[in-house]
Protein backbone atom coordinates (compact mmCIF):
# COMPACT_ATOMS: atom_id res chain seq x y z
CA UNK A 1 0.00 0.00 0.00
CA UNK A 2 2.49 2.22 0.78
CA UNK A 3 4.94 1.56 -2.63
CA UNK A 4 1.20 2.56 -4.55
CA UNK A 5 1.54 5.69 -2.42
CA UNK A 6 5.27 6.58 -2.89
CA UNK A 7 5.20 5.18 -6.65
CA UNK A 8 1.61 7.09 -8.20
CA UNK A 9 0.39 10.15 -7.53
CA UNK A 10 -3.07 9.16 -5.83
CA UNK A 11 -3.80 12.48 -4.66
CA UNK A 12 -3.11 14.47 -7.87
CA UNK A 13 -5.39 11.16 -9.86
CA UNK A 14 -7.91 12.17 -6.78
CA UNK A 15 -8.11 15.90 -7.73
CA UNK A 16 -8.48 15.23 -11.64
CA UNK A 17 -11.52 13.03 -11.05
CA UNK A 18 -12.67 15.41 -8.84
CA UNK A 19 -12.49 18.30 -11.52
CA UNK A 20 -14.42 16.14 -14.08
CA UNK A 21 -16.57 14.74 -11.46
CA UNK A 22 -18.17 18.99 -10.96
CA UNK A 23 -17.34 19.86 -14.19
CA UNK A 24 -19.71 17.10 -15.88
CA UNK A 25 -22.13 17.22 -13.32
CA UNK A 26 -23.09 20.84 -14.08
CA UNK A 27 -22.82 20.14 -17.71
CA UNK A 28 -24.70 16.95 -17.86
CA UNK A 29 -27.48 18.29 -15.44
CA UNK A 30 -28.04 21.57 -17.84
CA UNK A 31 -28.48 19.50 -20.63
CA UNK A 32 -30.15 17.03 -19.33
CA UNK A 33 -32.69 19.94 -17.94
CA UNK A 34 -33.36 20.83 -21.41
CA UNK A 35 -33.50 17.24 -22.77
CA UNK A 36 -36.11 16.30 -20.11
CA UNK A 37 -38.24 19.93 -20.82
CA UNK A 38 -38.34 18.80 -24.77
CA UNK A 39 -39.31 15.22 -23.41
CA UNK A 40 -42.63 16.35 -21.82
CA UNK A 41 -43.25 19.39 -23.91
CA UNK A 42 -46.35 19.69 -25.57
CA UNK A 43 -44.72 19.83 -29.19
CA UNK A 44 -44.27 16.71 -30.91
CA UNK A 45 -41.34 17.39 -32.49
CA UNK A 46 -39.61 18.44 -29.44
CA UNK A 47 -40.55 15.48 -28.02
CA UNK A 48 -39.56 13.18 -30.70
CA UNK A 49 -36.15 14.98 -30.47
CA UNK A 50 -35.61 14.65 -26.90
CA UNK A 51 -36.99 10.49 -26.94
CA UNK A 52 -33.87 10.01 -29.95
CA UNK A 53 -31.43 11.54 -27.44
CA UNK A 54 -32.23 9.65 -24.93
CA UNK A 55 -32.44 6.17 -26.41
CA UNK A 56 -29.67 6.79 -28.75
CA UNK A 57 -26.96 8.43 -26.05
CA UNK A 58 -28.02 5.95 -23.42
CA UNK A 59 -27.39 2.82 -25.75
CA UNK A 60 -24.10 4.22 -26.63
CA UNK A 61 -21.11 2.95 -24.80
CA UNK A 62 -19.01 5.89 -23.30
CA UNK A 63 -16.04 4.31 -24.49
CA UNK A 64 -17.38 4.92 -27.97
CA UNK A 65 -18.31 8.40 -27.23
CA UNK A 66 -14.17 9.11 -26.10
CA UNK A 67 -12.85 7.55 -29.10
CA UNK A 68 -15.22 9.54 -31.22
CA UNK A 69 -14.50 12.65 -29.42
CA UNK A 70 -10.58 12.47 -28.77
CA UNK A 71 -9.63 10.45 -32.46
CA UNK A 72 -12.54 11.17 -34.77
CA UNK A 73 -13.66 14.83 -34.22
CA UNK A 74 -10.49 16.33 -32.21
CA UNK A 75 -7.91 14.62 -34.71
CA UNK A 76 -9.47 13.57 -37.85
CA UNK A 77 -11.70 15.93 -38.40
CA UNK A 78 -9.60 18.69 -36.66
CA UNK A 79 -12.34 20.32 -34.12
CA UNK A 80 -9.96 21.43 -31.14
CA UNK A 81 -11.19 23.01 -27.92
CA UNK A 82 -7.63 24.08 -27.29
CA UNK A 83 -4.10 24.31 -28.70
CA UNK A 84 -2.58 22.28 -25.62
CA UNK A 85 -2.99 18.67 -25.78
CA UNK A 86 -3.95 17.74 -23.00
CA UNK A 87 -6.42 20.70 -22.57
CA UNK A 88 -8.07 19.54 -25.23
CA UNK A 89 -8.21 16.13 -23.99
CA UNK A 90 -9.77 17.03 -20.73
CA UNK A 91 -12.55 19.46 -22.21
CA UNK A 92 -13.65 16.49 -24.61
CA UNK A 93 -13.49 14.81 -21.82
CA UNK A 94 -15.57 16.76 -19.95
CA UNK A 95 -18.14 17.19 -22.98
CA UNK A 96 -18.61 13.47 -23.82
CA UNK A 97 -19.37 12.64 -19.81
CA UNK A 98 -21.58 15.78 -19.91
CA UNK A 99 -23.53 14.03 -23.01
CA UNK A 100 -23.70 10.88 -22.34
CA UNK A 101 -24.97 11.51 -18.63
CA UNK A 102 -27.36 14.08 -19.18
CA UNK A 103 -29.54 11.11 -20.86
CA UNK A 104 -29.65 9.75 -17.64
CA UNK A 105 -30.10 13.19 -16.04
CA UNK A 106 -33.24 13.87 -18.29
CA UNK A 107 -34.98 10.24 -17.36
CA UNK A 108 -34.02 10.81 -13.74
CA UNK A 109 -36.23 14.88 -14.48
CA UNK A 110 -38.40 13.42 -15.73
CA UNK A 111 -39.50 10.55 -13.44
CA UNK A 112 -39.69 13.77 -11.22
CA UNK A 113 -42.39 15.47 -12.79
CA UNK A 114 -44.68 12.43 -13.36
CA UNK A 115 -44.33 12.52 -9.33
CA UNK A 116 -46.10 16.20 -9.14
CA UNK A 117 -49.63 15.66 -9.34
CA UNK A 118 -51.45 16.94 -12.38
CA UNK A 119 -53.42 19.63 -10.61
CA UNK A 120 -50.21 21.17 -10.24
CA UNK A 121 -49.89 21.66 -13.89
CA UNK A 122 -53.87 22.15 -14.48
CA UNK A 123 -53.99 24.82 -11.52
CA UNK A 124 -50.79 27.23 -13.08
CA UNK A 125 -52.64 26.94 -16.53
CA UNK A 126 -55.76 28.01 -14.80
CA UNK A 127 -54.08 31.67 -13.35
CA UNK A 128 -52.64 31.95 -16.67
CA UNK A 129 -49.20 30.93 -16.23
CA UNK A 130 -47.59 29.68 -20.34
CA UNK A 131 -45.98 25.98 -20.23
CA UNK A 132 -42.50 27.55 -19.93
CA UNK A 133 -43.74 29.63 -16.66
CA UNK A 134 -45.44 26.29 -15.39
CA UNK A 135 -42.16 24.75 -16.05
CA UNK A 136 -39.98 27.24 -14.16
CA UNK A 137 -41.90 27.90 -11.37
CA UNK A 138 -44.23 24.98 -10.45
CA UNK A 139 -43.75 21.90 -11.86
CA UNK A 140 -39.24 21.88 -11.96
CA UNK A 141 -38.85 23.21 -8.65
CA UNK A 142 -40.86 19.73 -7.24
CA UNK A 143 -39.42 17.48 -9.68
CA UNK A 144 -35.86 18.35 -8.46
CA UNK A 145 -36.97 17.27 -5.51
CA UNK A 146 -38.68 14.18 -6.18
CA UNK A 147 -35.35 13.29 -8.42
CA UNK A 148 -33.30 13.81 -5.73
CA UNK A 149 -32.58 9.48 -5.98
CA UNK A 150 -32.26 8.78 -9.16
CA UNK A 151 -29.85 12.07 -9.53
CA UNK A 152 -27.51 10.61 -6.87
CA UNK A 153 -27.71 7.40 -8.89
CA UNK A 154 -26.36 9.21 -11.23
CA UNK A 155 -24.09 11.39 -9.65
CA UNK A 156 -22.11 8.24 -8.11
CA UNK A 157 -21.96 6.94 -11.93
CA UNK A 158 -20.99 9.54 -12.79
CA UNK A 159 -17.88 10.19 -10.66
CA UNK A 160 -16.68 6.34 -11.38
CA UNK A 161 -16.79 7.18 -15.06
CA UNK A 162 -14.35 10.25 -14.38
CA UNK A 163 -11.67 8.10 -12.58
CA UNK A 164 -12.10 6.32 -15.81
CA UNK A 165 -11.67 9.31 -17.93
CA UNK A 166 -8.29 10.15 -15.52
CA UNK A 167 -7.18 6.98 -16.74
CA UNK A 168 -8.17 8.01 -20.45
CA UNK A 169 -6.14 11.12 -20.39
CA UNK A 170 -3.07 10.33 -19.45
CA UNK A 171 -2.99 7.25 -21.61
CA UNK A 172 -3.44 10.09 -25.09
CA UNK A 173 -0.80 11.50 -23.25
CA UNK A 174 1.56 9.12 -22.72
CA UNK A 175 0.69 7.64 -26.20
CA UNK A 176 1.09 11.21 -28.13
CA UNK A 177 4.90 11.74 -26.29
CA UNK A 178 5.44 7.94 -27.10
CA UNK A 179 4.72 8.79 -30.77
CA UNK A 180 6.40 12.30 -30.90
CA UNK A 181 9.60 11.08 -29.40
CA UNK A 182 9.75 8.20 -32.11
CA UNK A 183 8.87 11.18 -34.74
CA UNK A 184 11.91 13.18 -33.61
CA UNK A 185 13.93 10.14 -33.21
CA UNK A 186 13.54 8.66 -36.79
CA UNK A 187 13.91 12.55 -38.22
CA UNK A 188 17.27 12.41 -36.44
CA UNK A 189 18.58 9.11 -38.10
CA UNK A 190 17.23 10.17 -41.51
CA UNK A 191 19.20 13.69 -41.24
CA UNK A 192 22.05 11.79 -39.70
CA UNK A 193 22.22 8.86 -42.87
CA UNK A 194 21.83 11.84 -45.62
CA UNK A 195 24.67 13.49 -43.91
CA UNK A 196 26.59 10.27 -44.19
CA UNK A 197 25.80 10.16 -47.69
CA UNK A 198 26.55 12.91 -49.13
CA UNK A 199 30.15 12.79 -47.32
CA UNK A 200 30.71 9.39 -48.75
CA UNK A 201 29.45 10.85 -52.01
CA UNK A 202 31.33 14.16 -52.36
CA UNK A 203 34.13 14.58 -54.05
CA UNK A 204 37.89 14.59 -52.88
CA UNK A 205 40.36 16.94 -53.44
CA UNK A 206 42.82 15.80 -55.90
CA UNK A 207 46.53 15.14 -54.45
CA UNK A 208 48.88 18.08 -55.31
CA UNK A 209 51.73 15.76 -55.95
Not at 7 to 12: A, F, K, Q, R
Not at 161 to 187: I, N, P
Request: charged content about 15%; overall charge neutral; hydrophobic content about 55%.
Amino acid sequence: MIDILTEYNVLGAFVETLKYTVLAAIGSLVIGTLVAVMRVSPIGVLRGLGTFYVTTIRNTPLTLLMVLSILGLAFIVGLQLSEDFNANTFRWAVVMLSVYHAAFVAEALRSGVNTVPTGQAEAARSIGLTFGQSLREVILPQAFRGAIAPLGSTLIALMGQAGYDVLVEHCEARVAALTAARAVASMERTAAARDAQLRAFAPHPADPS
